[in-house]
Structures are given as C-alpha cells and as structure tokens.
C-alpha cells in the first residue's frame, strides 16, 4: 500500500538545514535596519521627481521609464507619504536581494557556508546599501538583472529551455524599470554565442523569452517613438556638457571594488574567474563573459561607476560557492585537492567582512549626524567617489546632501506666495516656476502644507506637463537672476534667497514675483524654456 505520509516536515527540514532560513531571517534584519535609518535626514533630490511623475502617470518619463513612478503612487496611496514610506520599497528590494544571491550560490552547486557568505557580502556592500536607503531606478535593478540570471541558470543546469521565457518576463520588466538592463540581456547573448550553450537559440523558447520581453516594453517603446525619443536627446545633452566625471580604467575599476566595500574583492573575482575559466562552472560560462561585455561598454562609454553594480551578486554567489569548496578541501580550478580542511576560516572570513561593512556602513546609511559624518570621513583610508563634477565642493557626498536645503527652498517661495494679493493666489493665477525638477519637485510636495499650487519646469518631464493653464501674468520664478528676468517681465521683484542650510547641494535659491510677461503668455515662451540636461 502506498504511503500517504505528507512531506511537508521533510520539505522544512531540508529548508533549515540548506540554511535558507538563516538567510531570510538576514534579510528580514536587513529590513528592519533601513526602516529605522530611513528617515534621518530629509526627502531626497531625485525621490521628488518620482513621486511628481507617480502624480502623473504615463507610460514613460524623459529621465526613466515608468514602473518606479508606477510603484511609488501606490505604496503612497496604501503607506502614506513619510519617508520611511517612500523607501519601504528599495528596503524591501535591497533585503531580498539578499535572498536571491544565496539562491543563486545555491544553484552553482554552493552549501550553508556559499549561502551565507554570499549573503553577507551583499549585506554589507555599500552599493546595496545605498539601493535599499533611497527611492530610485538603482534600487531595483539588482533584483531584476539577477532575476535574469536566475531564470538564465534554471534554464541551463535543469536542460528545460521553457525557463528562457520567464528570463524574458523578467528582462521585459526590467526595461520598464531602467533601459540598462538591455545591455545585460546583450552580454548574455554574446555569452551564450561565444560558449557551448549557443544550441539554445534553436530552440523556440529562448526566441518566445525575446518577444515577452519585447511586448513588456512596447508601451514605452512608443512612448519614446511618439515623443522623439526623449531620453537619448537628455543623454546627448549631458554628454556634450562634460557634466559627468570620467574615469581611466584603473580608477573606474578601483571604484567598482568600493562600491562592494574593497574586502569584497577577492570573493567577486574568484567569481568571476571561477565562471571565465573553472571547468566546474563551465556551463555558465556565459555569465562571465557577460560581465566582461558589461565592464567594457560601461567603460567605453563613460558610464558612471555604480552602472555596472546591478552585476556582481551573480559574481559574489560563485565566488562564495569556491571559496567554500576550497576550505572543505574540495577540488579547485586547476583541478587540484586540497586535502586539509580549514572549517576555522569559515567563521574568520564572515566576521572580518561583518566588521569591514559595519565601519563601512555610515558612507551610505545615515547612522551619523551630518557634522560627525564629516569627522567619520576624514577618518577613511580613500576619498568618496564623485560622479559628477557639480558636486565636488559638496560638504557631504551628493547622495546625503541632496537630502538637505529643500524645506528652506519652499519656505521662501511659501514667502513670496504669501506677499501676493488675494486675487493672485486663486487658482490659475499665479503659477511657481524651478528651474529643475528637484524644486519643483519639492513645491509640488512639501508646498502643499503653505497652501503653494503644483510647480511648472522646464526641465526634464515636467517640461512635458506644459505650463498646466498658467497665461505668465504672475509668476514666482526660482533660481534666476535679475537680469535675465527683466528681459522677459515688465516687473520683478526680488523676494530673497532661500536660508542657507551649510550641508545642501543646492542653496541660497533667489527667489522673484514677476508681473507683466514682454514675450506674449507662458505657452508662447514655453518651448524656449525647454531644458533636458
């Protein structure tokens, strides 16, 4: 008689032992650790802009496809608007990016020890940190270039080509999320071509992943087509402004180990050598070569540093996975054995990496106030990385101060707005204008407690949204001066600057009252006011 014993105790069992349950009980900590962080200094920069486009839901937007607008509206509408709201969402992506790195060391072939060091190695990885503290497109990139190399794995180690579909499932997602990850599922093809593993293109189902793929993406697609292809004009024009920093190769590879934290390197590049050149991983070997195509168009291309980071889970899981090997005595590259078996070294590795992330972790999570952050920093062995060349006379790295100086910015326009008669503060009479989506941005969300309407801008989406009914009549501009101003308006005022906060970016915003425009209404002057940079 056949057994009718359930399985399920079997199942957990295999779950603990596997270590598995260690690992989500990691990501689970990791969670409650960026919820508490998350809400220590202000809103930042770009998180303004997604919520603005989240008001405004479209099928694209000139600086990012639509799903982090997409996502950010509901999580508003189900969590509220607090900060530790806006970031649940790359908190709980940078936790479970946890997760999906030991998966992957598990199908490499790696055990408890592969599991959890990889695991620990995202944890404390400054990059992923960074990803789960604020709201942006980097934030679920890893999940979904990992996912890929998932689905890529399944695909190849189960010999079922069904699994390519779910890769184009994902992959489609991801472009509806940031366009980089094209260059990823283009690294994997010219991996799969240059490797054994070319035979799956004669099979349907990779070619079936390639159109799920490409149909997720159509709205945007057309998106794009119809409105002349926005976002290739704005990287045209910040790439004839020089704004970005450029890197020669061994810096920019120097930056790659920081973003990891520098003791993560030996396990990421075992990794990748282990995928280029070990005879156990062979059959992916296409996920190396995949890297090697990454780095190199990132690097021919200017990318900045952080472009490539989405990629390295995948590097860290098979370093994890050998590194492992090599401990337990197991057969290495070169085929070798090893026979000694140095279990201590287990718990030596994960401690030291433990103590190198936890001095790490204030570079990206704000455990500190900005003044001992600036102490803290000075006692760092190298200079933080900046990206862009505006931001080299920043007090604080440009991801902590952009998160400064904005509730000084609408104060004051809150200011100019309240030195308007009555009849200009009635609906459609008065409009604000910023100069960049960061101000507008922030009228559009803190200026609802003055009572400020939404903020018209020129630059990036908002210049799409148009001058929303306002004829220019009265205007209160941010950030322009006086000169420029009274060559378009009969009369401008000068309100003040915004208060200076000593640790923001962006500060001391004159603020004006315009009346009488001289070049027609606001719609006429509208597309000189265009600005995609």
């Not at 919520?51 to 000139?62: I, K, N, Q, R, T």
């Not at 944890?123 to 497109?137: E, M, R, V």
């Not at 505006?390 to 952009?402: M, V």
């Not at 101000?439 to 609802?448: H, N, V």
Request: net charge neutral.
């Amino acid at each position: 008689m056949a057994s009718t014993s359930p399985t399920p105790p079997s199942e957990r069992q295999s779950f603990f032992a596997s270590g598995m349950a260690l690992i989500w009980l990691l990501a689970v900590a990791k969670l409650l650790f960026h919820i508490y962080y998350n809400n220590r200094y202000g809103y930042f920069r770009d998180e303004f802009d997604y919520m603005s486009c989240g008001d405004h839901l479209a099928w694209g937007y000139v600086d990012q496809p639509p799903l982090i607008p997409f996502l950010i509206h509901i999580c508003r509408a189900v969590l509220g608007d607090s900060l530790r709201s806006i970031r649940f969402i790359p908190a709980l992506a940078s936790s479970l990016l946890v997760v999906q790195t030991a998966v992957l060391a598990r199908e490499f072939g790696g055990r408890r020890f592969a599991l959890l060091l990889s695991a620990i190695t995202v944890i404390i990885a400054p990059q992923y940190l960074s990803n789960g503290s604020l709201l942006g497109t980097n934030c679920l990139e890893p999940n979904l270039w990992m996912g890929c190399a998932y689905f890529a794995i399944l695909a190849i180690k189960r010999g079922n080509p069904k699994y390519w579909l779910w890769f184009g499932v994902i992959a489609g997602i991801g472009l509806e999320e940031k366009y980089s990850i094209a260059l990823f599922g283009f690294g994997i093809v010219v991996g799969l071509l240059l490797t054994a593993q070319r035979k799956v293109f004669l099979n349907p189902w990779i070619w079936l992943g390639g159109l799920a793929a490409f149909l997720i993406f159509l709205p945007n697609l057309l998106w794009n087509i119809h409105y002349h292809w926005p976002f290739l004009e704005l990287m045209h024009n910040i790439r004839a402004e020089g704004r970005d920093v450029i890197l020669p190769l061994p810096e920019f590879f120097f930056q790659q180990t920081f973003l990891l934290d520098p003791i993560t390197a030996p396990i990421w590049l075992t990794g990748l050598f282990a995928l280029l050149f070990s005879a156990r991983l062979k059959p992916y070997r296409f996920l190396g070569i995949c890297y090697v195509v990454c780095f190199t168009v990132f690097f021919v291309l200017h990318g900045k540093n952080y472009y490539l980071s989405p990629v390295y889970p995948m590097l860290l899981a098979a370093g994890a996975y050998i590194i492992d090997s090599a401990i337990d005595g197991k057969k290495l590259l070169s085929g070798k054995e090893l026979k000694p078996r140095r279990v201590w070294l287990k718990p030596v590795i994960a401690l030291i990496l433990i103590a190198s992330g936890a001095h790490l972790a204030p570079v990206t999570i704000p455990m500190l106030s900005p003044a001992h952050f600036i102490a803290y920093e000075k006692t760092l062995p190298m200079k933080l990385p900046v990206m862009e060349h505006g931001h080299e006379l920043s007090p604080l790295p440009q991801w902590y101060s952009d998160q400064f100086g904005w509730s000084e910015i609408v104060s004051e326009a809150a200011v100019a707005w309240n030195r308007l008669p009555a009849e200009d503060r009635k609906d459609g009479a008065c409009g604000i204008f910023a100069q960049d989506y960061g101000a507008a941005g922030a009228i559009d969300f803190l200026g609802r407690q003055y009572g400020l309407p939404p903020a018209i801008s020129g630059h990036q989406t908002f210049w799409l949204w148009g001058p929303r009914g306002y004829t220019g009549q009265c205007l209160i501009v941010l950030g322009d001066n006086r000169a420029r101003l009274e060559q378009l308006f009969n009369h401008v005022e000068y309100v003040g600057d915004s208060p200076d906060n000593p640790y923001a970016l962006e500060k001391g915003l004159a603020v004006w009252i315009c009346h009488g425009p001289k070049v027609g209404t606001l719609a006429d002057l509208w597309p000189e006011l265009k600005k995609w940079s």
